[in-house]
């Protein structure tokens, strides 16, 4: 294939200027064009999460109201957040442009089935990616030490999609989970003693990642690395380590969203932090949480001015009853 | 007065064989990407790439394992590169099979300054194992592939895990407190560069310019020299300096004396392990401590000496 027939342009054109009429400079943004050969692939990914963004819209519509929502939907989710969205080229061939940078092509023009460093981590490098390779500050995780990448446990099918459409990555059913892998055999008393009431990051992860605090805000953003253990907001019976979420009251002012039900949700999210070790403070030592309340999310901790649903987080751990 | 001027020149020349004993064995501290060729196919060598995993699965030296830097010096407590957990490192060691009577070679990237000192801090992290062999790859990944067009390899080494039955040795490492006490008594090395040593500049972690007082300068930077040599070559990489030159360098400022204690410290640590390496497994001194907290520990309390 030549470069026209992705590209287009002007084969009788002679000069530059000609020759570059009608040309598309980002040809996979239309899936259709790779769709002509990898049919099965491109009906899927029209319908991904990583495609649609609808991840981004059902994560923050329940904080507008109906009217809210139809302004949100008009002039900040097809304008800004659906703009992230990844063509097939972002990951096969150029790493995507992020705050309108791009670190280019990945190995010339060639057409690259996976580099998990560089086009996961171009979008998934702020948080996920550094915490998983232990480049912000921290342990590297214990996967990654072993040789292990992205593709080893989310599988060709997240990345793709499997053709239906999902609001959130929530709702997708085979998504990576450590008992995949790590069945308990009971014979470790922390983890029958813990099974269902705190999740496997809840020990595991080796301790701060980062925490985005005011992004989207007037006023700029902040991060700071924090470890935060509490309820699951999805699940409000597991402890979890939990992800300060940018979204603050203010956030969509500028777009004459005030949000009416921004109290409806909370500021801190369940995350499944890529920072996983095998000892940790709180394998080591059960005084860690039982006691010391290390990492703890506390009353007066929470962010000011946040959402009155964070209260809910807070977990109020026991001391052992020995 | 003949036979001490006999006996003198016997010891000069048995200081100057040492290294060569050393060398009869097959192994050196400092290891030419031919020294290794040589010894890759023995094994009882264990290669380790420390680079990212993303880079060790695109091409790394045949036979190596990968196992990242940022596993031998993690941050932790606020601080970076530090050494890791005692039962983290044992675990470390025994996932890949690493044995106190292992031969260890440790290779990266030398592209910019902070690369060129991985190899040595992984290299410390390992000693403090009381892994006996250890030995870095001059020139690194660069030299051996991209300059030399050695054997390179894609295929991702399971390594044979067996438990770590070495001992961990504290006295390879040293804290703040054991610092401040030791001021005036044992030999302080800042390994740092001399706008750094003379508080001129200062890295933005580190909370204030100077350095831990009594200290002198003995600069990580002057260890390698850019190869190929020549002012109108494309290097590809850097290598160190031969023994000689370093050995020069370092008695220059630390003396000869093998016995006398000597603790090195940078910013983070990492800068550190360089002259460590060399003073320790290159020239013999016996008691070379690393100050793993260094300046961005240091200059964070009020009461700790510094000048200027």
């Known amino acids: 294939m030549g470069c026209i027939a992705c590209h287009k342009g002007n084969k009788q054109g002679k000069k530059k200027e000609d020759a570059h009429k009608g040309r598309i400079a980002r040809p996979s943004d239309n899936i259709n064009n790779c769709g002509i050969c990898h049919i099965k692939a491109g009906q899927n990914y029209a319908k991904s999460l990583h495609y649609t963004s609808f991840g981004q819209h059902e994560g923050v519509k329940h904080r507008f109201s109906a009217a809210e929502l139809k302004t949100f939907d008009k002039k900040v ?6 703009s992230c969205h990844a063509s097939c080229g972002s990951c096969h061939v150029k790493s995507p442009p992020v705050g309108g940078i791009t670190t280019g092509l990945l190995q010339g023009h060639k057409f690259i089935k996976k580099n998990e460093g560089k086009t996961c981590a171009a979008c998934h490098g702020g948080r ?21 990448m992205c593709n080893d446990c989310h599988k060709k099918q997240e990345m793709h999609g499997d053709g239906k459409i999902y609001k959130s990555k929530n709702d997708v059913k085979d998504r990576p989970k450590c008992q995949s892998c790590h069945q308990d055999k009971g014979n470790q008393i922390a983890h029958t003693i813990h099974k269902d009431k705190v999740s496997c990051q809840g020990c595991h992860s080796s301790g701060q990642y980062r925490q985005c605090f005011n992004c989207h805000a007037v006023n700029g953003s902040k991060a700071e690395p924090g470890f935060i253990l509490g309820k699951n907001p999805r699940n409000k019976k597991t402890l979890t380590t939990l992800r300060v979420i940018p979204t603050i009251r203010n956030t ?7 949000m009416e039900n921004f109290d409806a949700l909370p500021n801190y999210w369940d995350s499944a932090v890529h920072n996983i070790k095998k000892r940790t403070n709180r394998t080591r030592s059960c005084d860690s949480c039982h006691v010391n309340k290390e990492g703890f999310l506390k009353q007066e901790d929470l962010i000011k001015d946040g959402s009155k649903a964070n209260d809910a987080l807070i977990f109020d751990i026991k001391p052992i009853n020995k | 007065m003949k036979k001490m001027k006999w006996l003198k020149a016997l010891l000069v020349s048995l200081l100057i064989l040492l290294p060569a004993v050393v ?14 060729a040589k010894i890759l196919k023995d094994p009882g060598v264990i290669v380790i790439d420390i680079r990212k995993v993303e880079d060790y699965k695109t091409g790394h030296i045949p036979g190596a394992l990968g196992i990242f830097y940022n596993n031998w010096a993690p941050g932790a407590g606020g601080l970076k590169n530090e050494m890791p957990a005692d039962d983290d490192l044992i675990d470390l060691l025994s996932a890949n099979g690493i044995g106190p009577d292992s031969t260890v070679v440790v290779y990266g990237t030398t592209s910019t300054p902070p690369d060129r000192v991985d190899v040595t801090r992984v290299a410390w992290a ?24 050695k054997p390179v390899s894609q295929e991702v080494v399971k390594p044979k895990s067996k438990p770590y039955k070495g001992t961990i040795n504290k006295a390879l490492l040293t804290n703040k407190d054991y610092v401040k006490g030791q001021i005036g008594k044992a030999t302080i090395v800042d390994a740092r560069e001399p706008a750094f040593f003379k508080g001129e500049n200062k890295l933005p972690f580190v909370a204030k310019n100077g350095r831990v007082k009594n200290a002198v300068n003995l600069p990580t930077i002057q260890v390698f020299d850019k190869y190929p040599p020549g002012e109108h070559m494309e290097p590809c990489c850097w290598t160190y300096k031969d023994i000689t030159a370093l050995k020069n360098l370092a008695s220059g400022v630390v003396g000869s004396d093998l016995n006398k204690e000597i603790i090195v410290y940078c910013d983070t640590g990492k800068v550190a392990s360089a002259w460590w390496f060399i003073l320790t497994d290159v020239m013999g001194f016996k008691n070379v401590k690393i100050y793993d907290g260094s300046m961005e520990e240091w200059m964070k309390d009020a009461a700790a000496p510094t000048e200027p």
């Open chain 2, 126 to 149: 390992l000693k403090y194992a009381s892994v006996k062999k250890v030995s870095v790859l001059s020139g690194g990944f660069e030299k051996w592939a991209t300059r030399e067009q």
């Open chain 1, 128 to 148: 996920v990616y550094p915490e998983f390779t232990g480049e912000y500050g921290g342990t590297p995780d214990v996967h990654y030490q072993k040789g292990m």
């Open chain 1, 252 to 258: 969509f002012e500028p777009r004459g969203i005030k």
């Open chain 2, 23 to 36: 060398w009869a064995e097959g192994f050196s501290p400092i290891l030419s990407t031919d020294d290794l």
């Open chain 1, 77 to 82: 989710f097809e304008q800004s957040c659906r």
